[in-house]
C-alpha cells in the first residue's frame, strides 16, 4: 500500500508537463478560433463554433494559471470537463459531426491526462473517455441534431492535426506505461483498427454498390421519362399533322384566293391586320375567322385534345384562315414559328421553349405544323399546348414518391419558370446521360440527366431534339443510401461491441499475461534485498515459464555462490584469526626474549642467570620444561646447568649428562644448529628420560 499511494502522489515532472500541455492547449484553440470565426465562411461551420472553441480556449488558459500556481490537477479536471461538455453539445446539435467529434475528444482527453495526471487516474479518465466516445457515437446514430454542416477538407484537416499532436502527448508517455496499460492500449488499438477498417471498408463497398443500384435505376427512368417526353410531343405534332391533312384544300384555296403581286397581297394582308387590331371585336374580319367550318372543325379537334388552346390556320402568306379563339393578330408571317413551320416553303415542324400565358396563367408551348399540298407549304396550323400534361405525366411516372423529377428546358431554367443556380449548372452538366452526386437544389442529392429524344422516324425528332430539354430525376443523398445509413448503424453498433469485448478482453488478457511478468517482478525485488529463499512458481510451460525455471536456476546458483562465499569467508576468517593469534603469540614470544635478554644483560652471576632464564622461558613460552645444557671442554658430553620442572632439578641433583651426537640435545650439540621435534614419541632420535 505505501508504494502504491507513493506512485500516485502527483510529481513536479506532471506540473511541469501540465503547464505544457495547457499552454499548447490554449494556443491551439486560440488559433482555431480566430481562423473560425474569421475566415470560415458561416456555411462551412456550425453554429457552435463560434461559443464552444473559444469556450476550450479559456479553459485550457485558466488550467494553465492553475498550473503556474502549483494547482494543476484541479485545472486539468476543469479543462477535461469543458471538453466533454462541448463533445456532447456538438452531436446533440449538429448533425454528421459525431465521428470527428468522439474521435477528437478521445484523443485530446486521453493525451492531456496520461501526461497531466498519476498513473492510475488517468486511465481511469482514459477508460471514461472510452465509454464516452461510444455514447457520442449512439448519440450521432440514433439522436443526431437538427442542424447539418457538411464536412469540409479544411475540418478534416484540423481534426487530423489536433489527433496527431496529442497523439504524439501519448506516445511520448507510452514507456512509462505499466506493462497491463500497455497491453490492454495494444488490444484496444488492434481491435479499433480491425474492426474500424472492416466496417469501413464494408461501408464504403455497400455505398457504392447501392449507389450504382440507385444510379441505373435513376438513369433507366430519366431515360424513359426522356423518351416518353420527347414522344408525348412527337404525339401531339402527328395529331396536329392529322388535322392539318383535313385542311390542305381550304388552306390552298385561301392561298389561291389572292390576286396581284407579293407586295400588294402583303399590303392588303397587313391593312387587313391593321383592321383586325384596331376594329372592334366583333368586326366583320374577326368574326369571318371565328365563324367558320374550318374554326368550327379546329374547335371540335380542342374539344378532343383540351390541352391545345388558341388554335388557328392561316394561308401561305400567313394571314389568319380559321381559329378557334380570337388572337391578338391577323398576320403572321412575319412570327418566328410562322417562319420556322414555313420554311421558304418547303415545311417544318415548329415547337417553342414553354412560354407563360396571362390568360390561362400557366405554361405553354407553341406548336406549329405545314400544310403541304402538291409538295408546297398552302398554310400553317399552330396551336398552344399545355405544358401540364407533361408535368403530370412526370409526377405520376415517379416511382412511389422515391424520385423527384425535373424538366429542364433551358441552359439555365426549369419548366415552371424557376432559375437554376449559377452554382449548380457545371454539376448538372457532369451528369449529362449519366448519374453521379452533385449538390442540386442545395441538396446533397443524387442525379441523373438524359435529354428528350423522340423516334428515330418522328416528323418531329429535329424540333424535339432542337429544345435541347432534359429530364432530370433526383433524389436526396440521405434517402438514397438510407439502407447504407441503416447498415452503417448496425455495423457501428456491432463494431462497438467489438471493440468493447476486446476492450475487457484485453484487460482480462493482460491480467493473465502480466499477472506472472509481474510476480517475477515481485520475486527479483526480494531477491534484490536478499531473500534468496523466495521461488517462482512455474504455472505454463511458455516463455514465461521458462523465465520462472530460470530465476529458480538463477537463484539456486546464488544461494550456492553466496553459500561458498560463505564458507570461504568463514575459513578465511579462521585464517585471520589464527594468524592473529600467531603474531599476538610471536609479539609475546618476542617480548618475552627481549624481556630475558634484558635480564641476561644485567646479570652477572650464572647461578642466578641460568635458573632464572629457565624460568622465564617456561613461563613466557608455556614450556612445562626448560632445561640449559653446557659442554664440556672434552666435547664429549653436555651437563645440565640448569632446569625448571621438578625432573628437571632432580636431573640436577644426580648430575645429569648427555653424550654429545645422542639424543636430541647431543645432536644439537654437536651440530650446532636447532632441530624441533613435533613428535618427540616417534623421533628417530628420541632419548628416553624417566624424570621426564
Known amino acids: ?25 490554449f494556443l491551439l484553440m486560440l488559433a482555431l478560433t480566430t481562423f473560425t470565426i474569421f475566415f470560415v465562411p458561416n456555411g462551412d461551420k456550425t453554429p457552435l463554433d463560434n461559443y464552444m472553441m473559444p469556450l476550450v480556449a479559456l479553459s485550457a488558459g485558466f488550467s494553465y494559471i492553475l498550473a503556474r500556481r502549483g494547482r494543476h490537477i484541479p485545472g486539468i479536471y476543469i479543462l477535461l470537463g469543458c471538453i466533454a461538455l462541448v463533445s456532447l453539445a456538438y452531436p446533440l446539435a449538429i448533425k454528421n459531426i459525431g465521428w470527428q467529434t468522439a474521435f477528437g475528444m478521445l484523443l485530446i482527453t486521453t493525451g492531456v491526462a496520461t501526461n497531466t495526471l498519476p498513473q492510475r487516474t488517468s486511465g481511469r479518465i482514459s477508460v471514461a473517455a472510452f465509454l464516452f466516445t461510444f455514447v457520442i457515437i449512439l448519440i450521432e446514430i440514433f439522436a443526431p441534431g437538427m442542424d447539418e454542416v457538411p464536412i469540409t477538407t479544411s475540418s478534416i484537416i484540423v481534426t487530423v492535426v489536433l489527433g496527431v499532436i496529442y497523439l504524439g502527448f501519448i506516445f511520448y508517455r507510452f514507456s512509462q506505461f505499466e506493462l497491463r496499460t500497455k497491453l490492454i492500449i495494444f488490444f484496444v488499438a488492434i481491435s479499433i483498427f480491425s474492426v474500424g477498417s472492416v466496417a469501413a471498408v464494408t461501408n464504403i463497398l455497400t455505398r457504392d454498390e447501392i449507389t450504382q443500384q440507385v444510379g441505373r435505376n435513376q438513369q433507366t427512368l430519366a431515360d424513359r421519362l426522356a423518351f416518353e417526353t420527347g414522344t408525348e410531343l412527337e404525339s401531339q405534332i402527328e395529331n396536329l399533322q392529322a388535322v392539318a391533312s383535313q385542311l390542305e384544300t381550304s388552306a390552298e384555296d385561301a392561298s389561291n384566293s389572292y390576286t396581284g403581286t407579293e407586295d400588294e397581297i402583303l399590303i392588303r394582308i397587313l391593312a387587313l391586320d391593321q383592321e383586325w387590331r384596331t376594329g372592334p371585336d366583333q368586326g366583320a374580319l374577326i368574326l369571318k375567322v371565328l365563324n367558320n367550318a374550318i374554326a368550327d372543325d379546329l374547335r371540335e379537334f380542342q374539344r378532343r385534345f383540351p390541352n391545345h388552346t388558341d388554335i388557328f390556320l392561316t394561308d401561305r402568306y400567313g394571314a389568319n384562315i380559321a381559329a378557334t379563339d380570337q388572337i391578338p393578330d391577323y398576320y403572321h408571317g412575319g412570327e418566328d414559328w410562322w417562319r420556322t413551320a414555313y420554311n421558304q416553303g418547303r415545311g417544318r415542324v415548329y415547337i417553342s421553349q414553354p412560354e407563360f400565358n396571362q390568360t390561362s396563367q400557366s405554361f405553354g408551348i407553341l406548336m406549329a405544323v405545314p400544310i403541304i399540298s402538291n409538295g408546297n407549304v398552302v398554310g400553317v396550323l399552330r396551336t398552344t399546348y399545355s405544358v401540364s400534361t407533361i408535368l403530370e405525366n412526370l409526377q405520376t411516372s415517379e416511382t412511389s414518391g422515391v424520385f423527384d423529377i425535373d424538366l429542364r428546358i433551358s441552359f439555365n431554367s426549369y419548366i415552371n419558370g424557376d432559375a437554376i443556380d449559377p452554382e449548380e449548372i457545371p454539376g448538372l452538366n457532369s451528369v449529362s446521360g449519366k448519374y453521379g452526386e452533385i449538390i442540386y437544389k442545395g441538396e446533397p442529392s443524387l442525379v441523373s440527366q438524359y435529354r428528350v429524344f423522340s423516334s428515330a422516324d418522328s416528323l418531329a425528332q429535329n424540333s424535339v431534339s432542337l429544345l435541347n430539354w432534359n429530364i432530370i430525376v433526383k433524389q436526396d443523398l440521405d434517402d438514397a443510401l438510407q439502407p447504407v445509413q441503416q447498415q452503417t448503424r448496425t455495423i457501428t453498433v456491432l463494431a462497438m461491441v467489438i471493440m468493447l469485448l476486446a476492450g475487457l478482453g484485453g484487460y482480462a488478457a493482460s491480467i493473465r499475461l502480466a499477472e506472472p511478468i509481474i510476480t517475477l517482478t ?62 599476538e603469540r610471536r609479539a609475546q614470544e618476542l617480548q618475552s626474549i627481549s ?78 644448529k636447532p632441530r624441533i621435534a613435533l613428535d618427540v614419541g616417534s623421533d628417530a632420535i628420541f632419548f628416553d628420560n624417566p624424570d621426564l
Open 595 to 672: 624481556e630475558i635478554s634484558r635480564t641476561i644483560s644485567t646479570e652477572q652471576r650464572l647461578d642466578i642467570l641460568l635458573p632464572l632464564v629457565t624460568r622465564l622461558v617456561s613461563e613466557r613460552f608455556d614450556y612445562y620444561h626448560a632445561g640449559i645444557f653446557f659442554v664440556d671442554d672434552s666435547r664429549q658430553f653436555a651437563t645440565l646447568q640448569a632446569a625448571n620442572s621438578d625432573g628437571g632439578r632432580q636431573m640436577l641433583a644426580r648430575g645429569h649428562r648427555l653424550d654429545i651426537g645422542k639424543g636430541l640435545v647431543g645432536t644439537v650439540a654437536q651440530s650446532g
Open 1 to 25: 500500500m505505501t508504494m502504491e499511494k507513493k506512485r500516485e502522489k502527483p510529481s513536479h515532472i506532471q506540473q511541469i508537463a501540465a503547464q505544457r500541455v495547457t499552454m499548447t492547449t
Open 522 to 583: 515481485g520475486i527479483a525485488g526480494k531477491i534484490a534485498e536478499g531473500d534468496l529463499s523466495i521461488q517462482a512458481r512455474v504455472q505454463s510451460q511458455d516463455e514465461i515459464g521458462e523465465l520462472a525455471n530460470s530465476f529458480n536456476r538463477m537463484t539456486g546458483q546464488l544461494r550456492d555462490t553466496l553459500s561458498g562465499l560463505e564458507r570461504r569467508v568463514a575459513e578465511r576468517t579462521a585464517d585471520l584469526d589464527t594468524a592473529r593469534l600467531i603474531s
